[in-house]
C-alpha cells in the first residue's frame, strides 16, 4: 500500500481530480475479498463443547472488517489520488474514536457495544489500522507542502544521514553506560526480571553482532547460524560435564570449536551464493539439531545435558557454600571489603548479566576495529562484488572462511555464556527459529549497522518478553513489527553507512576547488 | 605455482606474449588459434565486430576463464609467469595483471578512497600481519594504511575524483566510475593493464580526457595496456598496435596506419563489397572517421 502511494506522490500537489467509480471500485473489491477470507477464518470457530465440537459464528466481525476494508480502502485511494487531508481526517477520527473507548472502556462498561471486536487485544490491532492510515495521509500531505515550497525529499535523507554519523558514537556510549549502571537502578522487586530480560537481549544482541560479520559485512546469507550456537553450548556443557574443566577454559575452546564448524560449513558452500546459499546454511542448521538429537549416547539426545557446571567468578563459587578447597565469592568480596556478605541469588544474576555484556562489548569492539583492516574491507568488497575482488588479487575463498569462521567464532561464545546461564542445554533451544529470530534482528537494525542491531533486538526480543501478558499475540506483534520496518526502512532501521576511511585533508597543498 | 626463477630479461622479449590461444566451451569455439604480442611501455588494442572473442582473450588472460589450448607468457620486471597455468585471482595478486569490466564493476556501497584500499588489499593484509596484528594495534600497519590513502590520493588527483573521495562509488556519474574503475586496477600496481571498452558510454570530451589518461599510464608508468574498444577514435588516436579478431581468429595485427588500409579489416567491419569500387570509398571513410 505504502509503497505504491510512494510511487505516485509525485501527482500530489497538482490538484487530481477523483476518479470515483474507480476508486469505489477498488474498495468493493477488497471489502469483497475481505469477506472471502473472513467468512471460514474468522467467520466460523469451532468450540470444543461437552458433546464434542461445536461450531460458533461471529458475522458481525466478519462484517466490520467487510465495512472497515471498504472504508480503508477509499482512504488508500484519497491518499494516491492526492487528497490525503481528509483520509487523514477520516482515519484519524476512528482511531481517536477506538483510543477514546479503549481507555474508558473498564470504567464504563457500556461503551463495550462500540467496540468492533469481543477480544480486547484485537480492538488493539484494530486501533493500529486506521492510526497507520493517519500517519501515512500527515506523511504524504506533509511531503506535498515541502515539495510545492521546493525542498526535496532527498536533503532530508542527507540531513539525517549526517546527523545520524555525528550523533552514533554518542548513542554508543550512552547506552554502554546504562548498560553498566542497570542493576545498580532501584527497579524495587521487579529488578531480577529486569535484569533477566536484558540479559537474554544482550545475548541476541552479541549473536547479532555475530551475524552480522557473516550477512552483514560479508553479505553471505546464513540462515544455519544456530548451529554454532549449538556448537558452543554444547562444547561448554560437554566439556564441562565429562572434564569439570572451568567455564574460563571452555569458552575459548568453545569458540574454537565453533569457528572450526564455520570452515567445515564455509567450505561446501563456497560456490553458492543467494538463494542456494541460505538453503544449504539452513541444511546445515538443521543437520547439526538432528546429529544432538539422535547421537544420544554422546550428547544425551532430546533429554539434553543437565547439570552443566555454573560460572564461577575465577574460581570463587556463587553457591551458598564452597566445595572443599574453594571459597565462595562472598567470602572473597567480605575480606576485600571488610565487610559482611552472605548468601544472595541475585548476585549470580548480576554476574552473568555483567560476563555477556562484556562479551557482546568484545564482539562489538572486534567488528569495529576489523571493519577498518584489509580483511573487513575485503568483506564489505566481496559483499559488493565477487568478480571485482579476484580481478583485484583477493582470495574469495579465505575471504569467505575468515568471515564463517569469525562470525561462528562469536556465535561459539554466545552458546557457551547460554549454557552456563541456563545449567542446561537440549536441541530444542536450537531450532531454526532462533537463526530467523537473529537473521530478522541483523536485517531489521540495517546490515551492518552496530546500533541498531541493538534497537532491533530490543524491539523484537525485549518487547515480546515484556509483554509476555499477551500470551500467543506476542508473535502477532513480532511479525507485524517486521512487516512495518519492512514498509517503511527497507534498508534496516539505521540504514546509514559510513565510510571506513575517509581522505584526511592534504598537509602539501591546499584542497582544489574541484 | 608456476613461477618461475625471475630470468634474465631480453630485449626481445615482449611483456605479454600470446600463442595459440584456444577457447572453446563445448562445440562453441570462442577462440581459435590467436597469436600476439604486448610489448611492455606500448597500448595494444584489440578490436573486432560484437562476439568476435575480444572479452573471452581478456577473461583466459586475468585467469576467469581456463584457455582449452595456449601459453600466456608475462614476462615482467618481477619475473616470468606463465598465466594459464595460474588460477583465478592469483593472477592479480602474484603476476599483477590489471584488469576492468566491461559493464562497471564497482563496490558501489563503499565510498570512492575504499574502493582504491581495497585493490591495495595484499599489501595492507602482509602489513597488518594477516590482520591480527593491526587488530591489536601493533606492526606497521597504519603506516602502511598512510602510504595506501597517499597512493589512492594520487591516483584521485589524476582522475578528477578527490572531490568525491567519501561519496559512495555507485553515486558517482558514469564518467567518474570509468575513471575510477581504472583507478582502482592502477591500485594493485599492475605490469599489465587489461582494459575492457573503458570509452563505452563516455561523451567526446570525456574520451578525450580518458585517451590523456592511458597516455599518461603508458609513458609515466612504463607498463603494458592492452585495451578493447568498440570506439575508433580512442583506438586510433592511442594504440601503437592493434590486433583485431574476427570470430575467434585474427585477421590482422599491426600500426593503426596498417589496420585501416587493411581489407579482411573492412570486409569484417562491412561485410563483403558487392562492387568493386567500394572498399576504396569505406576505407576512406573509416580514414576519415578514424583519424
Redesign the interface.
Known amino acids: 500500500m505504502a509503497a505504491n502511494a510512494t510511487s505516485t506522490s509525485p501527482a500530489i500537489g497538482v490538484a487530481a481530480t477523483l476518479d470515483w467509480p474507480e476508486i469505489l471500485k477498488t474498495a468493493v473489491f477488497a471489502a469483497a475479498i475481505t469477506f472471502l477470507l473472513a467468512i471460514s477464518i474468522v467467520g466460523v470457530e469451532t468450540q470444543s463443547g461437552p458433546g464434542g465440537l461445536t461450531l460458533s459464528t461471529r458475522f458481525p466481525e466478519v462484517a466490520i472488517a467487510v465495512v472497515g476494508v471498504f472504508f480503508g480502502s477509499m482512504a488508500l485511494s484519497l491518499i494516491r489520488g492526492g487528497y490525503p487531508v481528509p483520509a487523514m481526517i477520516g482515519a484519524g477520527l476512528v482511531t481517536g474514536v477506538l483510543l477514546v473507548v479503549l481507555v474508558l472502556e473498564a470504567e464504563n462498561p457500556s461503551l463495550k457495544y462500540l467496540l468492533p471486536f469481543q477480544a480486547v487485544v484485537i480492538d488493539w490491532g484494530a486501533v493500529i489500522i486506521p492510526a497507520i492510515i493517519c500517519v501515512r495521509a500527515a506523511q504524504v500531505a506533509w511531503r506535498a507542502r515541502r515539495q510545492a515550497t521546493g525542498a526535496g525529499d532527498t536533503a532530508i535523507g542527507i540531513q539525517i544521514g549526517g546527523l545520524a554519523r555525528r550523533l552514533m558514537p554518542w548513542v554508543g556510549l550512552i547506552m554502554v553506560v546504562v548498560a553498566i549502571a542497570l542493576p545498580w537502578l532501584p527497579f524495587g522487586s521487579s529488578q531480577r526480571k529486569i535484569i533477566d530480560i536484558c540479559t537474554l537481549v544482550l545475548t541476541y544482541i552479541m549473536l547479532g553482532w555475530g551475524l552480522n560479520i557473516v550477512v552483514g559485512l560479508a553479505g553471505l546469507l546464513d540462515l544455519g547460524y544456530v548451529a554454532f550456537y549449538a556448537v558452543g553450548a554444547y562444547s561448554y556443557a560437554m566439556l564441562g560435564a565429562n572434564f569439570g574443566w572451568s567455564f574460563w577454559i571452555c569458552l575459548p575452546l568453545a569458540g574454537i570449536f565453533a569457528a572450526s564448524f564455520g570452515v567445515l560449513l564455509g567450505f561446501p558452500v563456497l560456490r553458492l551464493r543467494g538463494d542456494y546459499l541460505a538453503i544449504v546454511t539452513l541444511g546445515f542448521g538443521e543437520m547439526v539439531r538432528i546429529i544432538l538429537i539422535n547421537w544420544w549416547w554422546v550428547t544425551g539426545g532430546p533429554n539434553g545435558i543437565n547439570k552443566v557446571a555454573r560460572p564461577s567468578f575465577f574460581g570463587f563459587t556463587f553457591e551458598r557454600t564452597a566445595p572443599e578447597g574453594h571459597r565462595t565469592v562472598y567470602d572473597l568480596f567480605s575480606s576485600v571489603f571488610g565487610q559482611e556478605f552472605t548468601y544472595n541469588p541475585y548476585w549470580r544474576v548480576v554476574f552473568l548479566y555483567y560476563l555477556i555484556l562484556a562479551c557482546a562489548l568484545v564482539t562489538n569492539v572486534f567488528t569495529l576495529r576489523v571493519r577498518r583492516m584489509p580483511l573487513g574491507r575485503a568483506w564489505e568488497a566481496l559483499r559488493e562484488d565477487e568478480t571485482a575482488c579476484r580481478a583485484l588479487g583477493i582470495n574469495p575463498t579465505n575471504t569467505k572462511l575468515t568471515a564463517f569462521a569469525v562470525g561462528a567464532m562469536f556465535a561459539g561464545f554466545a552458546g557457551s555464556f547460554f549454557g552456563a546461564r541456563q545449567g542446561f542445554v537440549s536441541p530444542e533451544s536450537f531450532v531454526f527459529i532462533e537463526s530467523a529470530v537473529i537473521l530478522a534482528i541483523v536485517v531489521l537494525g540495517g546490515l551492518g549497522s552496530q546500533v541498531g542491531i541493538v534497537l532491533a533486538a530490543i524491539v523484537l526480543i525485549g518487547l515480546p518478553e515484556l509483554f509476555r501478558e499477551l500470551k500467543d499475540y506476542r508473535m502477532l506483534a513480532f511479525g507485524m513489527g517486521m512487516v512495518l520496518i519492512m514498509i517503511w526502512r527497507p534498508g534496516g532501521l539505521l540504514a546509514h553507512r559510513d565510510p571506513t576511511i575517509r581522505l584526511p585533508k592534504d598537509p602539501a597543498k591546499p584542497k582544489s576547488p574541484a | 605455482m608456476s613461477m618461475a626463477a625471475p630470468q634474465p630479461q631480453t630485449a626481445v622479449d615482449p611483456l605479454l606474449r600470446v600463442e595459440h590461444l584456444s577457447m572453446r566451451f563445448g562445440g562453441l569455439v570462442a577462440i581459435d588459434d590467436v597469436s600476439f604480442e604486448a610489448p611492455q611501455n606500448q597500448i595494444t588494442a584489440i578490436i573486432g565486430p560484437n562476439g568476435a572473442g575480444k572479452t573471452t582473450v581478456f577473461n583466459c588472460l ?3 576463464y581456463k584457455p582449452t589450448i595456449g601459453r600466456l607468457t608475462l614476462n615482467a620486471p618481477h619475473g616470468r609467469f606463465l598465466l594459464e597455468q595460474i588460477d ?7 603476476a ?1 595483471v ?2 576492468t ?1 566491461q559493464n562497471i ?7 570512492v ?2 574502493n582504491l ?3 591495495q ?2 599489501k ?2 602482509r602489513a ?1 600481519g ?2 591480527l596484528g ?2 591489536f594495534g601493533f606492526g606497521g ?1 597504519r603506516e602502511a ?1 598512510r602510504q595506501a ?1 597517499e597512493l ?2 594520487d591516483w ?2 589524476r582522475t ?1 575524483l ?2 568525491h ?2 561519496a ?1 562509488a555507485g553515486s558517482l556519474p558514469y564518467g567518474g566510475q570509468r575513471r575510477l574503475e581504472i583507478a ?2 592502477m591500485c ?1 600496481d599492475p605490469v599489465l593493464l587489461c582494459l575492457d571498452e573503458p570509452a563505452a558510454g563516455l561523451n567526446a570530451r570525456e574520451s578525450h580526457e580518458l585517451n590523456e589518461l592511458l597516455l599518461r599510464i603508458r609513458d609515466e608508468h612504463k607498463i603494458g595496456v592492452l585495451l578493447i574498444e568498440h570506439d575508433m577514435s580512442v583506438v586510433m588516436g592511442i594504440s601503437d598496435h592493434i590486433v583485431v579478431l574476427d570470430y575467434g581468429r585474427k585477421i590482422a595485427d599491426g600500426a593503426p596506419a596498417a589496420i585501416r588500409q587493411d581489407a579482411n579489416v573492412i570486409r569484417a567491419y562491412l561485410g563483403e563489397p558487392e562492387h568493386e569500387d567500394l572498399p576504396s570509398a569505406v576505407a576512406a571513410d573509416i580514414e576519415k572517421r578514424g583519424g
Open positions: 586475468t585467469g576467469f583465478g585471482f592469483r593472477i592479480a595478486q602474484r599483477r590489471a584488469r569490466f564493476r564497482l563496490f558501489a556501497g563503499m565510498s578512497l575504499e584500499i581495497v585493490a588489499h595484499n595492507l593484509m597488518s594477516m590482520t593491526g587488530l600497519y594504511e590513502v589512492a590520493r584521485l588527483d578528477a578527490t572531490a573521495a567519501d559512495p582502482r586496477a594493485i
